[in-house]
């Protein structure tokens, strides 16, 4: 037999074992696979029944999409405001650094957020936060500042 034949009768074999299974070849894949769609942190943060709830209107200062390395200016925090929470959702794997002034957190991209940073700030500010990612990342931003309970 020859490789030319062989190789034939290997494409027949593959071709066969696809169509018994239902593949076509519109349906194939023939390529890398795509990217896991990005979920929304604030999807999760407003969703009671996540274990990831904050709460059901939270006031996010920074709820961008974007691709690779940014600074985002936050709006100004609201009275009573102690720390600035930063939830990032990215694609493809790989790592992150947020920064905050001199602070920072790192993590590893997920298509839903992993973890989160909080970084001390003060009632009125207007925080910049610099995301440090591949170019090639798609990224979800979301900055929930929270507030420092009143004395009563």
């Not at 002034?101 to 997920?110: K, M, T």
Request: charged share 15%; aromatic share 6%; net charge negative.
């Amino acid at each position: 037999m020859t490789s030319r034949v062989r190789a034939f009768a290997g494409l027949v074999v593959v071709m066969a074992g696809l169509l018994s299974t239902g593949c076509t070849m519109e349906n194939a894949s023939l390529g890398s696979p795509t990217a896991p769609a990005l979920v929304d942190p604030l999807t999760e943060l407003t969703d009671a029944s996540s274990d990831r709830f904050v709460s059901e209107n939270p006031h996010a200062v920074i709820h961008e999409r974007g691709k690779g390395s940014q600074t985002y200016a936050a709006t100004a925090l609201p009275a009573q405001s102690t720390k600035l929470t930063v939830y990032i959702a990215c694609v493809p794997s790989g790592p992150f650094t947020v920064r905050v002034g001199a602070q920072w957190y790192s993590g590893h991209c997920a298509e839903r957020f992993q973890n989160s940073g909080g970084f001390p700030v003060s009632p009125g500010d207007r925080p910049t936060v610099r995301l440090e990612i591949s170019d090639k990342a798609q990224t979800w931003m979301v900055a929930v500042p929270e507030e420092q309970p009143q004395d009563r």
